[in-house]
């Protein structure tokens, strides 16, 4: 990933000539370095070979969705992240999306939204600056900072820059409750405009990839927040 102060190269991955026309133009005055692609294995080429540091990604490709796309890359161990571009927005396509990805957003759209949302996933897609340990522990859950690495009893879990943030940010206040809106501005940031239910679509991702066996971590406190910390009895 480029570090702040670098041009942003990203690959805009859509079959419409006149979305990745408006798209890559918009980007480029925006000084990110853009690639465009029209398929799905072609976006898999191009990701390989460019490595580019995020992918806007229409869902509905001529060859094999970019949902397959991005399913396909995870289980190639690759955590680029993704921002879904696509017309569908039934709720069961948006946690499909986000499951896999890091954002997700329909058809029509704003440019000026799309780029605000690139510019907040990669910002939380580096290493989160901070004071607390690299290696970060609790209750057989582990966080490598440095690595992006996580680990819960000894068995390596993927996720994804934002599901990682959230979890980071989640231990390093560890048995203290956070509020929806502490957790809105320091893992999506302070200029977030979009769904507050976000957060509760990526806990629910959390707990499914790594609160999948007891105890229990990720507690909900109704009316609250959410608490990283052991079940009480």
Known sequence: MVSDGQAHSILIVDDEPYITDLVKTAFELEEFDVAVASRGFEAMRFIEEMKPDLVVLDVMLPDISGVEVTRRLRDQENTIPVVFLTAKDEPEDKLTGLGLGDDYICKPFSVDELIARVKAVLRRSVPLESENPAVLSFAGLSIDTRAREVSRDGSMVDLTATEFNLLVYLMENARLVVSKAEILESVWGPDFSGDPGIVETYISYLRKKVDYC???????????????????D
């Open 214 to 232: 007891e105890p229990f971590l990720i507690q909900t406190v109704r009316g609250v927040g959410y608490c990283l910390r052991l079940p009480r």
